[in-house]
């Protein structure tokens, strides 16, 4: 019985925080493609934000990064910067407006944007014209609480 209602008050409180995030056409971009503002009221877990960046279906950030601080996870990727000392080289603000959409720091990125539902040249559209009817049918890579918890974990990864 209590714990029925413990469940359910979390519930709550996890529905209307979640209707507190930033969408992704809300947020408000500084200069050099930072984003002071956190996208959620919740602050953001190291851990969980490790465990995305392992992730394949999530941020994958390995396929492309190695990461000196998570060498228990296999197959690291060597194409783009080593992550070590990220936290050192940017802010809080740079990192998060890095893992929205990073080609607004690095134009020519090819880093995706993991949290970002346009505008893309989609495949789709040029070879099959199967294109999402509207932009609400795109859904970012990452749900912005994931994109908080990464960025507590990269502000930890120092030199
Ligand atoms: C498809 C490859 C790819 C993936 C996947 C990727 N990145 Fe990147 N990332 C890059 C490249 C390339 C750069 C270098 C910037 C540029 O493009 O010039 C970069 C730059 C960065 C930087 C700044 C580099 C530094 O330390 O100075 C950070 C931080 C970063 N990425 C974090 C992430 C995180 C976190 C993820 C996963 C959520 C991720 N990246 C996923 C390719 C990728």
């Known amino acids: 019985m209590f714990r029925a209602s413990v469940i359910g008050m979390i519930a709550v409180l996890w529905a209307a925080g979640a209707s507190a995030d930033v969408a992704p056409g809300d947020i408000v971009w500084g200069e050099y493609g930072s984003i002071e503002q956190p996208l959620t009221d919740t602050p953001g877990d190291p851990e969980e934000g490790r465990a995305v960046m392992a992730t394949n279906a999530l941020g994958n950030c390995v396929a492309c990064h190695s990461v000196e601080a998570m060498e228990d996870v296999p197959f690291h990727g060597t194409i783009a910067p080593e992550l070590q000392g990220a936290g050192d080289r940017w802010t809080e603000a740079e990192l998060r407006g890095i893992v ?41 890579i990452l749900t912005a609480q994931q994109v908080e918890d990464v960025v507590a974990y990269l502000v930890t990864l120092k030199e």
């Open 100 to 140: 929205v959409d990073a080609k607004q720091l690095f134009p020519d990125s090819f880093m995706p944007g993991m949290y970002k539902v346009g505008p893309f040249i989609r495949p789709g559209v040029e070879f099959t014209g199967n294109a999402p009817d509207a932009p609400e049918d795109i859904q970012p």
